[in-house]
């Protein structure tokens, strides 16, 4: 009996010792699937940084936010993304309440210049960049209606010389015109401000899917106005475009752009790389690099721009805007402006 105990407790052994070896010689993973909210440019240009970094394989999908949350909540039984990057943040607030993501506390978050603002209570997600929304007027257009000036008030907006001549996102698909969205509704109120979102619609020639095009289509001459964020702006004024920065100077709405690793990841040990990585001045300051000028969340960072947060910026609700994303979104579909035909 005794020999019969010692051989069990032997076997015990062994198959622990099996079991630590296996988990000792686990390797790590070669490649990382990101799905990636930012512009092409900068989705690209991270891609191969990262990947000459760690030599980690990294296969991106680029989608406006609307889009990439759609597309998690699609997947959520079968993930086939390890992290999101890029995007407002009140849209992984949203993605937090449905279950979409997972806590991550990175080593890293010390580097944040403001925890309490660009990181979450409870590290489902965390801050990368901060852009600030801004007009996009073609110059060309103010040049064929004598008088006519670049708005600095979201009143403008509704001039008659801007009827058919706006060129926003959609809010279903796009976190900017979201932002937009939220920010009227909290400088007005609810009640005024769904008033102010209708005859908003009502200027807008087409909506688009994604929140930077209409700074590229109005400086084409598409349309007269672009509701945008300022650092997408900056970006086609540099490559040539007849554009003007604005401002409304009765206050403007601003993005905190965040990141989280998804539930579920396939390669949960490279999205914290790329989380870890993503905390760093190093990787925050390869934003200009790629024409993405965004203000880092990070210290150590020189700003290409500050000028694009030395504006009005409203007090954001980031909590409460992400919170009601969905609602506020359907209702705007719904009772005011559907997604159809979105402008690509």
């Given at each position: 009996m005794k020999g019969k105990r010692l051989f069990i407790l032997g076997l015990a052994v062994l198959v622990l010792a099996l079991m630590l070896g296996a988990c000792?010689?686990?390797?790590?993973?070669?490649?990382?699937?990101?799905?990636?909210?930012?512009?092409?440019?900068?989705?690209?240009g991270?891609?191969?940084?990262?990947?000459?970094?760690?030599?980690?394989t990294v296969n991106y999908v680029r989608m406006s936010t609307g889009e990439a949350l759609a597309r998690l909540e699609a997947e959520r039984d079968n993930p086939q993304f390890d992290i999101m990057w890029g995007g407002p943040i009140d849209t992984?607030?949203?993605?937090?309440?449905?279950?979409?993501?997972?806590?991550?506390?990175?080593?890293?978050v010390d580097n944040l210049l403001d925890k309490d603002k660009y990181l979450d209570e409870d590290n489902y997600w965390?801050?990368?960049?901060?852009?600030?929304?801004?007009?996009?007027?073609?110059?060309?257009?103010?040049a064929a209606n004598p008088g006519l000036e670049a708005p600095t008030s979201w009143d403008d907006l509704l001039k008659p010389e801007f009827e058919g001549q706006l060129l926003v996102?959609?809010?279903?698909?796009?976190?900017?015109?979201?932002?937009?969205?939220?920010?009227v509704l909290q400088l007005l109120g609810e009640e005024a401000g769904w008033e102010y979102l209708n005859d908003y619609a009502g200027q807008v020639l087409q909506f688009t899917k994604s929140g930077s095009a209409p700074a590229k289509f109005v400086g084409a001459g598409e349309a007269a106005v672009g509701?945008?964020?300022?650092?997408?702006?900056?970006?086609?004024?540099?490559?040539?475009?007849?554009?003007?920065?604005?401002?409304?100077?009765?206050?403007?709405?601003?993005?905190?752009?965040?990141?989280?690793?998804?539930?579920?990841?396939?390669?949960?040990?490279?999205?914290?790389?790329?989380?870890?990585?993503?905390?760093?001045?190093?990787?925050?300051?390869l934003g200009p690099?790629?024409?993405?000028?965004?203000?880092?969340?990070?210290?150590?960072?020189e700003l290409s721009y500050p000028e694009l947060l030395e504006v009005n910026l409203i007090d954001y609700d980031f909590q409460w805007a992400g919170e009601n994303k969905s609602a506020f979104v359907d209702k705007f579909s719904n009772e005011i402006a559907g997604a159809d035909q979105l402008k690509e």
């Open positions: 000792s010689t686990e390797e790590e993973s070669t490649e990382l699937n990101l799905l990636c909210v930012p512009q092409e440019e900068w989705c690209q991270m891609k191969e940084e990262f990947e000459n970094e760690f030599g980690i992984y607030i949203s993605g937090k309440g449905k279950d979409l993501f997972v806590p991550y506390e990175s080593p890293n965390a801050g990368i960049y901060v852009g600030s929304l801004g007009f996009a007027t073609n110059e060309d257009y103010l996102a959609h809010p279903s698909t796009s976190g900017t015109s979201y932002t937009a969205l939220a920010t509701v945008v964020f300022s650092h997408d702006i900056v970006k086609q004024i540099e490559a040539g475009l007849p554009l003007v920065l604005s401002f409304p100077e009765d206050g403007t709405g601003y993005e905190i752009g965040g990141m989280s690793i998804v539930k579920g990841a396939q390669h949960p040990d490279a999205a914290e790389k790329w989380f870890d990585w993503a905390l760093t001045p190093e990787a925050q300051a690099k790629y024409k993405a000028y965004q203000a880092p969340t990070v210290g150590g960072v």
